[in-house]
């Protein structure tokens, strides 16, 4: 069965630094995802990503974060200058143009020292 | 604004018992709801999911839950656990006002099963 997933599963970082978190989604899927869940709080929104362009995003992801997708598999997720509240675990989702449910990916958990 | 509630934070069980997890959604209209499982070190699996029609609706792992507009209610229930449903539980319903069916999560509900 087709899966999302996501690269490294654990990334430590230093303040400042930029970091690149890789996500594969299903691979016939056309809407892509990042959410993240810092420790003890909700799964967010971050932003959503269609026809090669950001499609919504919420008031997190701001102009320290960015999307891509370089290639037809990948879906990366860039912070440019972490601080210490960027730690939490990023998920990567994707799902088809018709359905509404999405597919997730097992997570990168950043923490930002 | 949507919103999630899932009341319970964690929750304890024996083996064997019946489960229900409560999740409560704040939306005017008819939501897409869904439920979650992440065990330690998954990713989130989908459960089950409502759009609409029957108000039960039976998912993956023995898991079924309810819609009952009235209440605003989509909990999950079990009617027997295994210790392998340890894990932590997520209700989620799609944002509408979005462009892009992103979700609106609950905080999660941790289940502990004992022997």
């Known amino acids: 069965e087709p899966e999302v997933t996501q690269t490294p599963s654990h990334q430590v970082t230093q303040m400042g630094q930029e970091v690149i978190l890789r996500c594969v989604p299903i691979s016939n899927h056309l809407y892509f995802y990042w959410y993240r869940q810092i420790l003890g709080q909700k799964v967010e929104f971050l932003v959503s990503f269609y026809n090669n362009e950001i499609s919504e995003k919420s008031e997190i992801f701001d102009d320290q974060f960015s999307v891509e997708r370089p290639d037809g598999s990948n879906f990366t997720l860039k912070i440019r200058s972490t601080k210490l509240e960027d730690s939490a675990m990023y998920f990567c989702?994707?799902?088809?143009?018709?359905?509404?449910?999405?597919?997730f990916g097992p997570g990168t958990r950043l923490t930002v020292t | 604004a949507q919103s999630v509630t899932q009341p319970d934070i964690h929750i304890t069980v024996s083996e064997g018992a019946s489960l229900e997890l409560r999740c409560n959604y704040s939306?005017?209209?008819?939501?897409?709801l869904f439920w979650y499982v992440q065990s330690p070190g998954q990713g989130l699996q989908l459960l089950l999911k409502y759009f609409s029609g029957d108000t039960l609706v039976q998912g993956i792992k023995g898991f079924e839950a309810e819609f009952k507009r009235s209440q605003s209610s989509f909990n999950l229930r079990k009617p027997s656990v295994h210790w392998s449903d340890a894990a932590e539980y997520f209700c989620?319903?799609?944002?509408?006002?979005?462009?892009?069916?992103?979700?609106?999560f609950g905080k999660g509900t941790k289940l502990s099963v004992k022997p």
């Open positions: 989620a319903v799609v944002d509408l006002w979005g462009s892009q069916g992103n979700l609106i």
């Open positions: 939306y005017g209209a008819t939501p897409y």
């Open positions: 989702a994707s799902k088809t143009g018709t359905a509404y449910e999405q597919y």
